[in-house]
């Protein structure tokens, strides 16, 4: 399994995988704000979600982990 770590802390804006979806490397999964600004999240390499520890309105800290992938 591999881990999407947060880049850095904000709030959840969006997300815009579900568990199950296959998703391709350079996908924005997720979307953080932090001080007014939106920085999209994207998967790494290809594969399909595992798990989504994040939700929208949650508060992350840098290297949290967001997503886990197959």
Known sequence: MKNLE???AGTVFTVNVAVGEEVSA??????????KMEIPIEAE????????NAHEGDF?????VLVTFE
Do not use: F, P, R
């Open 60 to 64: 992350v800290n840098e290297g949290d």
């Open 26 to 35: 350079g996908q924005v999964v997720m979307v953080l704000e932090s001080m």
């Open 6 to 8: 947060s880049s850095m």
């Open 45 to 52: 390499t290809a594969g399909k979600i595992a798990t989504i």
